[in-house]
């Protein structure tokens, strides 16, 4: 649903990222829909000089705060969120690992676990 505003706030492209914000609305997207799809875009952006980001707690809180909010609040406060995530530097994106080529067991993991059988 918010692929091109994930796409747009990974770019650090925030004027396209509002854009494709207003569009959304504009053909009846919710902004609370649209705020639920961007934590992957929370998860990964900074807050320097702090070393772990802060973001996804913001996300929380956004969470925490929304029943107390008018209906018509909802979507400023969302764009402002867009706008932040994408002015903000990123962490990388981390790199997918191989994939298993066999599955193990249950039961097989418990008996290598057992007889300290690394191999297995």
Known sequence: MADDILQAVDASDAARASNQFKEKLAKGVKAWDIHLCLFPAAQRALNPPFINPHLPKMYR????????????????LVQLEITEYAKRPKLDKLPKGP???????????????RKRDLEK
């Open 99 to 113: 994939l298993l080529t066999s599955s193990v067991s249950f039961g097989e993991l418990e008996s290598a676990i």
């Open 61 to 76: 809180i956004y969470r925490d705060f929304i029943p107390y909010v008018m209906k018509e609040d909802i979507p400023p």
